[in-house]
Structure formats: C-alpha cells, structure tokens
C-alpha cells in the first residue's frame, strides 16, 4: 500500500475556505442544507454487525442526527480483515452520502500488509477521529491464569493459544512482540470479529484474548484483564486496576493504540468539498455534545477513549500505524 497525503490539500483548504467562513457567519447550514444531504447517509463498516464498529458508530450517529438531519444506513462487510469493506466502499460513489467507519489500527495494518491498491490519501480520507483506546491481553473469568506473568510463564512451556480479531491488528502486533521479547510461544487464532474473539475467551477455547481494551471492559465480570499495552492505565477502576505490560514484564514494548475514525472518498473531498465540511462540523459539534459522552456509556464504553481528532490528526495516526505495521511485518506474516 502506497501512502500518501491529499494531493491537492492546497486546493481543498482554498476551496473551503468559503464554505468555513460561512459557517463562522452561520450561514452555512441554511446554505448547505438545501441540497445536502438530501438522502440517507449510507455507512460501511468493514467488520460485522454486532461488533465493536457497529456499536462505536451507532452511539455515534443517535447525536449526530441532531445536526446532520438525515437517516443513517449500515452495511456490514467483514472478510479478508477488512479488505472486503474497505474494496466495496471504493466501489461506491464518491459523493459523501457514502461514509465508512473505520478501525484504524488494523485497518491501515491490513491495507499496509494486503495487496489491497488502496492508497490512503490518494483514494480514501480520514476526516476525523472520534476514540481511541489500547489494547489488551485478557482472559476470561475461568481461566487459571491470574496474572500475566503466569501466562508468559506458560507460554514458555507450550504454545499458548490467543484469540484475535484478525491477524494485522494492533493486538497481534502486541502479542507477537510479547512473545519475541520473552521467549513465550503465543499461537494467534483469528476469529473474524470482536464478539466470537470474545467468546472463544470466555468459554475457555483458547487460553486468552488479545484485543482493544474496550471489548473486556464490556463484559464486566466475564473478562480478567491481564495487561495493558500502554504507558499507563487510564480506566483503572474498570480494569481491576490492571498493569501495563511494560510495568509487569519490564519490557519495552511500543504503545499499542487503535482509533474509529469516520472516513470519506478523496474523490469526495475534491469534487465536493462543502458537503465534506458539513461532515467535519457537524462532526465536530457531535463530538462537543454532553450526549455524545452519555450515550458512550450506555454502550459500555469508558468516556476517557473519546478523543476528538481532526483530519490532519486522524492521517498522522494512520501514517504512524503504517510504518508500525512495516516495523512488524515479519512477525505479522509468519517471516
């Protein structure tokens, strides 16, 4: 995958220009929404319906119908770690009606590791940021292991088998690098989505879990956090007060982030930078609304992982993942 910024970003700052000032003026919702959007907003999500995209994104939308008066459409695409999503989304029309929301981390990891012909910037946008959150490793509330440790310890002995959304995931890069940096052998199996990755936790089919750490916080007391790959634990409360993984095992391993993001095509953005300035605002206003933090919790997600990002934040983080997922493509592909 090639990576690139907006090649006319120039162009499009200019030609919003315009379109800013007016909504500074408070003329640009009466100007803008004559025409857009005159039909439903169609959201791809590339992963299935249940899961963690489904839910971040349908807590998302019930506030944002508040300033972008529309109905919402899902589609869910899950397959190939993301890649079905992501190739039916640029099939559809660039027209910003068609949205898609993003997993970041893994994403950019699968357009980076897959011979997918999406470029980032070239092809497709991020044009915020809503949340971002670590990853961890878990298991579920059966399990022998009660500490990390142990499970490392274990993993020294046989191959210790690690559920996993898909393979090019921030939690695979995590457990991977675990297991190079301590000797451990963590066998990772792909289940295709958070849910039955959850599950295979909990009913004790595989020995742990690695995914972000919204997903074990959601199962309450079904889920044992074991570690965090994070410099600190910022929802101890909700976490049994877990440690990093660092902190436990002295490692140095690297931060372990992944974001939803809202993307658009950068057709889009060129051939109809209004509506997508429409988008960002709206967005933005989403994003500032005391709502928006309530209905975060009703989907049992902890307040502190939202963290509002423009569009010059939301592709530097995808830049960085990119060059994340080079630094450990090796592991990724089994090199």
Do not use: C
């Amino acid at each position: 995958m090639k990576f690139t910024t907006n090649p006319s970003r120039r162009k499009f700052l200019a030609s919003t220009a315009a379109g800013a000032a007016a909504l500074s003026l408070g003329l640009g919702r009466s100007a803008f929404a004559q025409e857009f959007p005159a039909g439903n907003m169609e959201i791809t999500i590339p992963t299935g319906e249940g899961g963690g995209a489904d839910r971040d994104s349908r807590a998302f939308v019930q506030v944002w119908n508040k300033y972008l008066k529309t109905n919402f459409e899902f589609g869910y695409y899950p397959g190939a770690a993301g890649q079905v999503g992501y190739e039916f989304f640029m099939q559809k029309e660039p027209n910003a009606y068609n949205l898609l929301f993003s997993n970041l981390g893994p994403e950019v990891i699968m357009l980076t590791l897959q011979n997918v012909g999406i470029d980032i910037g070239k092809d497709l946008v991020y044009i915020r940021r809503t949340s971002t959150e670590p990853m961890a490793v878990w298991v579920g509330p059966d399990s022998p292991f009660e500490s990390l440790e142990q499970l490392v310890e274990e993993g020294k002995k046989r191959p210790v088998s690690i559920s996993v959304s898909r393979l090019p995931h921030p939690a695979s890069i995590g457990m991977l690098a675990l297991g190079e940096a301590t000797g451990a052998q963590f066998n990772l199996i792909p289940f295709g989505g958070g849910n039955p990755t959850a599950m295979a936790a909990i009913t004790g089919e595989v020995d742990a879990s690695a995914l972000p750490l919204a997903n074990p916080i959601a199962l309450g007391d079904q889920a044992r956090v074991l570690g965090i790959f994070a410099n600190e634990n910022t929802v101890p409360k909700v976490t049994g007060n877990a440690p990093t993984v660092n902190g436990a095992l002295g490692t140095d391993l690297p931060e372990l982030f992944s974001s939803r993001a809202w993307a658009v095509h950068a057709a889009a953005v060129e051939q109809y930078p209004e509506r997508v300035e429409l988008l960002k605002s709206t967005i933005d206003q989403t994003m500032a609304d005391p709502a928006y933090v309530e209905a975060v919790k009703a989907a049992g997600v902890p307040p502190e992982f939202i963290t509002p990002g423009d569009q010059e934040t939301a592709m530097a983080e995808a830049a960085k993942t990119r060059e994340l997922a080079e630094r450990y493509r090796d592991l990724l592909t089994g090199n």
